[in-house]
């Protein structure tokens, strides 16, 4: 368990999150590198088939970072992506996979502070919701079932 | 259109429990515009399936394919070599689309992943509701086109029952009187006068209750 440390994929929109990881790289914070950053033009685009899918290639804990309500560039995106990331939720209920694995996030892109502190947040979440069972049985050695 | 939804993956899955290679059939035509059995709900569906599968430790092979529509066989022969490869054919048709895949291919298990529910429409983003019957016989000239048949829970051809109150039904609060509904909107138009002609009992034969219709068009056949 010690070396286990969870792949995590944060789907950013590219006016608030992705900036905001940008400018948290510039203030030199530190937050966990197990965050693997897809850019989006806006979270409008997230799909619920794609938040499935990379739970299904083996991330442990996805999550999406748009804008803060009512400042979306394109207006209603973020308002979008909220509602996919709840169906999906529902979903990974259905499928039965822990629901607190999937989250939606909004900030700015002046929030580089908060950006760090969401990855944090996210990472000590799933490390101690363990492996995603989808990938457990490949680390038999590493966690119990 | 056809609207319908998709049934739990619980249900789906317990159908395809015992198949190791599936294949996934979508329809282009109605169930894309009600968003349960389109190109992205096969993606979907197939996606969760086989999270579902590898939580159990077993893989399951899918293929999803999304014909023009699955209610009619020329379109279907995109499955043709497909479905050879496959224990089981999951359907994101409405049920006629389940049956024709299943009368297609005689020899193989065909399921469905939704379940069928009326003829209706889109009312806003992500709504729809009901409003044709498939009774065989359109009424709608005489009652203002708001069809007494489906939206009046009783099906009532001349004037509402007791139980409308305030505009609404008596079976929720939610629902509109298609008679109130059906007066206003005559009463708008000054045709109230058609509210008093008496409509007859319908023959019910043209609709469900005379058993599985058919519709013939000699011109149209080859």
Not at chain 2, 91 to 102: D, L, T
Not at chain 2, 199 to 204: N, S
């Amino acid at each position: 368990m010690s070396e286990w440390t969870p792949k995590i994929v944060a789907f950013c929109c590219y006016y608030c999150a992705y900036s905001a990881a940008d400018l948290a790289g510039s203030m030199r914070l530190q937050y966990p590198p197990n965050i693997r950053v897809v850019e989006l033009p806006c979270t409008g685009k997230v799909d619920v088939g794609v938040l499935l899918a990379a739970l299904e290639a083996g991330a442990d804990g996805v999550y999406v970072a748009g804008c803060l309500e009512g400042d979306c560039h394109f207006l209603k995106g973020n308002f979008r992506a909220k509602q996919r990331v709840a169906y999906a939720k529902r979903l990974l209920e259905e499928i039965g996979l822990e629901p607190e694995r999937l989250e939606m996030y909004n900030l700015s892109g002046s929030m580089g502070p908060r950006f760090a502190e969401i990855a944090q947040e996210m990472t000590e979440r799933i490390t101690k919701l363990g492996p995603s069972p989808l990938n457990r049985q490949h680390r038999k050695g590493e966690v119990g079932p | 259109m056809i609207v319908a939804e998709q049934k739990p993956l619980a249900e789906i899955a317990e159908m395809v429990k015992d198949a190791e290679r599936v294949l996934i059939v979508g329809c282009s035509e109605c169930v894309t515009v009600c968003q349960a059995g389109g190109e992205k709900q096969v993606g979907i569906l197939g996606t969760a399936l086989g999270m579902m599968r590898k939580k159990e430790g077993r893989e399951l092979q899918w293929e999803g394919v999304t014909p023009v529509r699955q209610c009619e066989p020329e379109y279907l022969e995109v499955l043709d070599k497909k479905v050879k490869d496959v224990d089981c054919v999951v359907s994101m048709g409405c049920g006629v689309g389940v049956q024709f895949i299943a009368e297609r291919y005689p020899g193989l298990w065909v399921v469905p992943a939704l379940n069928t529910k009326f003829g209706g429409g889109t009312v806003e983003a992500g709504v729809w509701e009901e409003r044709c019957g498939f009774c065989g016989e359109c009424i709608l000239h005489k009652t203002g086109g708001i069809c007494p048949i489906i939206r009046c829970s009783k099906s009532l051809l001349n004037g509402p029952c007791g139980g409308s109150q305030d505009g609404k039904c008596e079976i929720d609060s939610e629902v509109d009187c298609a008679w109130q509904l059906i007066y206003d909107r005559l009463k708008g138009l000054d045709r109230l006068e058609l509210m008093y002609a008496y409509t007859p009992p319908k023959d019910w034969s043209r609709a469900r209750d005379g058993g599985p219709r058919k519709v013939v068009k000699e011109e149209a056949r080859i």
